[in-house]
């Protein structure tokens, strides 16, 4: 998907970034086991709520491909010649046969099957892991404020870029698909040929139906880290990790 090829080398540099600044901070707070857990804690809820969001993006890819299999699938016809002449007294359908036409009925499929995987996954294991970081929330040095601000920072950051993407790509491709001029039998859902352009556009408007939501909502769950860091106690004092 080409919203992965956006989202990974962002969630990259932005890892790197906050570790970076994460050692900076083991000067000001206490850097515990418990603060280690806690990183791996908030990185996992991103991962797994990321996953969750691919997947819906492949719900609405595969919604897109059941209203016209054109709009997620992209193929072409083969074989057949259309502009042959028919000798005398043989039948049109005989000297012309119809093209064959692609079935992408199983690529639809694993699409599903993949996408609403995801989403149980993703959802359950963002779950698991958001009741250590609470858990850890009591233990010294368990809820390092680098850790928690750096996550939905990371949550605003990540969402922003696949919003934008989608936003842009997904209008993009909407707007060439059925404006720009195409070849014939670049349709194949109800089985005769169309003369819209550009590629399939479901994935793209996928990820800008799915991560539009989310990037609204982690940016106000930022906010409100935001205005609640002025009344979280100051961290209390633990063994240093060596």
């Not at 692609?102 to 694993?110: K, S, V």
């Amino acid at each position: 998907m080409l919203v992965l090829a956006v989202l990974i080398p962002v969630a990259v540099v932005g890892l790197v970034i906050w570790i970076i600044v994460g050692m900076k901070q083991r000067g000001v707070e206490p850097f515990t086991l418990a603060s280690a857990t806690a990183l791996y804690a908030h990185l996992m809820i991103i991962v797994s709520a990321t996953a969750a969001l691919i997947g819906g993006v492949l719900l609405v890819k595969v919604l897109a491909g059941f209203i016209n299999i054109s709009y997620s699938y992209s193929g072409f016809f083969s074989g057949g010649s259309s502009g042959a002449v028919c000798p005398a007294g043989v039948p049109a359908n005989l000297c012309n046969p119809a093209p064959p036409q692609a079935d992408f009925t199983p690529q639809r499929t694993q699409d599903l099957v993949l996408g609403l995987t995801l989403i149980i996954v993703g959802v359950a294991a963002a779950f698991a892991h958001r009741a250590l970081a609470r858990a850890l929330r009591t233990t010294p040095g368990g809820r390092p404020l680098w850790v928690e601000r750096g996550a939905a920072i990371a949550f605003t950051t990540l969402y922003g870029f696949g919003a934008l993407f989608g936003l842009i790509a997904g209008a993009s491709a909407l707007i060439s698909y059925f404006v720009v001029p195409g070849s014939p039998n670049q349709g194949f859902s109800t089985g005769f040929s169309t003369t819209s352009g550009g590629q399939p556009f479901g994935d793209l408007v996928g990820a800008a139906i799915v991560f539009i939501p989310a990037w609204v909502v982690v940016s106000l769950s930022l906010r409100r880290t935001l205005r609640s860091g002025a009344l979280l106690p100051p961290p209390a004092a633990g063994p240093m990790m060596s």
